[in-house]
């Protein structure tokens, strides 16, 4: 048996080789990214990487030996891509996000709607970010409709939730996202408090039926299972709706989960406060507009991709992240419509669009993505 040691040195000399044929290897992808540029070539030519990889692996015989070989350069191949992408963007190549940046957003002028009826979660979101700074509000039925809003220029913002910390996402607006051409300009996040309201003179004791938005149900999920199993719970479209309707029936018998500015609102008794599961829930709210425009000092964003169904394609998509050492902080996926076991991929990114980091990067992805929209910046 050989001494540890003396393979050690026989695998940093062989490794020294790999490093100098790696940098040559290097130079020649720079020699093919400058062809590239002056033939006006892509760089990603997917059916000449596949060719290689089956060529290459062909070499060897055993499985693991193929498999090995086709990982190793794929991961060459991509460092080669991300260094013809950074030379393509030194010669001025950018790809063009639509947004154009302002110092900061005036919205004393501006209309903004929300949905649901009065004191529901996204009125107390849109207050709590426009504060008094705003013309005028008015409400929705639904999220859909505060999206028409603003694309037919009723509203110029629209305030819609996008994902709660225990409930998770709100699937169909990440759909919507996908469908209107709008933008997102600013996030709220609000720290949500679940009370038991019930008519004047109601008591727990008296409770048969609860109504709430799904979500809201879900959030105070070990509340009802282990205090209030025998409770019939109802969905409706929006907390503040079931806080409406619980004053318009009048019955002690039903009562609404919801926010306690919603017994304010409606003139109801709090039963219980705090009855979420998680004395932490907070919900982020987007705030979305029909103009493109990023404040100078925004830090997130947000972009939907639509990549190739097929082994590897989204960590070759995301290595264009971190090879610019972009720090990815949320993926989402949701089905394409009309496609089967297809998925479009929402992705939050750290950083602002006048970021070289984010210019190299959006190069790499729009080359290797069937399609990439930028969402906002904010």
Known sequence: MR???DIRVEIDQVDSEILKLFIKRMELACQVAEYKIATGKKVYDKAREDEKLIKLSSYVSDDFSQQSVKELYTQIMSISRKKQFSILRERGVNFDTGFHEVKDFDFSQSTVCFQGVQGAYSQLAMLAFFDDNMKESFHVDLWRDAMDAISSGKADYAVLPIENSLAGSIEENFDLLSEYNVAIIGEQILKIDH???????SKIEDIKTVY??????????EYIRTKHIDWDVKNLRNT????????????KTQAAIGSKYNAILYNLDILEEAIQDDKNNETRFIIVSKDKKYRKDADKISLCLEISHEPGSLYRILSNLMFNGI?????????IKGVNWQYRFFIDIDGNLNDEAVRNALIGLKEECV???VLGNY
């Open 3 to 5: 001494d540890l040691q």
């Open 195 to 201: 009370a038991l309201l019930g008519v004047k003179g």
């Open 327 to 335: 720090n990815m902080n949320r993926i989402e996926s949701r089905p």
């Open 371 to 373: 399609s990439i929209r």
């Open 212 to 221: 709430s938005h799904p979500k809201a149900i879900a959030q105070c999920d």
């Open 240 to 251: 503040a709706m079931s806080a409406q309707k619980i004053r318009d029936d009048g019955d």
